[in-house]
């Protein structure tokens, strides 16, 4: 008996047999990664500003900057930055920098904006930094933005 009518049949039937398999059941989701209360140590070379501020409206994009300022009063070189999201309640922030870019003569400030919607919103007052150390800022209001 010839097998070639038989191939036909016999690949229907191994089809059927795959089809009626049921699927090994999934393996659980790994449980979401719990956010640690305490933030990671601030390495030894690297210093820290932290603080609240307030009045940041909930989902709104915050970006905190720490600038040279040069003599005209403008923006010189980035020493650090963060950007946060708003919840509607105080917002605390910490932001690092690196000491050894701080020169002898060179105005440093910690400045601030809030975008909501892709428009800004508000801003921080700028907060000068005399020192290169860890410095705690306390509570820091945002005001509008003209």
């Known amino acids: 008996m010839p097998l070639r009518p038989l191939a036909p ?3 229907a039937a191994l089809l059927a047999a795959c089809a009626g ?12 990664a719990v956010k640690s209360e305490q933030p990671a ?3 030894a070379h690297l210093r ?3 603080g609240t ?14 600038l040279t300022i040069s003599e005209r009063g403008l923006p010189h070189k980035l020493l650090g930055n963060i950007q946060l999201r708003g919840t509607g309640a105080p ?7 690196n000491p050894e870019n701080f020169h ?3 105005r440093v400030e ?3 904006r809030v975008h909501q919607s892709g428009k800004l919103v508000l801003h921080m007052p700028s907060q000068l930094i005399r020192e290169p150390q860890s410095q705690a800022l306390g509570e820091v209001r945002v005001t509008p933005a003209l």
Not at 21 to 32: C, H, K, L, M, V
Not at 53 to 66: F, I, K, N, R, Y
Not at 91 to 97: S, T
Request: net charge negative; aromatic share 4%; proline share 23%.
């Open 21 to 32: 398999e049921t699927p090994p059941p999934a393996a659980p989701p790994a449980p979401p």
């Open 104 to 106: 002898q003569g060179i």
């Open 9 to 11: 049949l016999c690949l």
């Open 48 to 50: 820290e500003l932290t």
């Open 110 to 112: 910690l400045r601030g």
């Open 91 to 97: 917002l605390p922030f910490r932001l690092q920098f």
């Open 41 to 43: 140590p601030t390495p």
């Open 53 to 66: 501020l307030l009045d940041v409206p909930a989902g709104a994009d915050v970006e905190l900057a720490l």
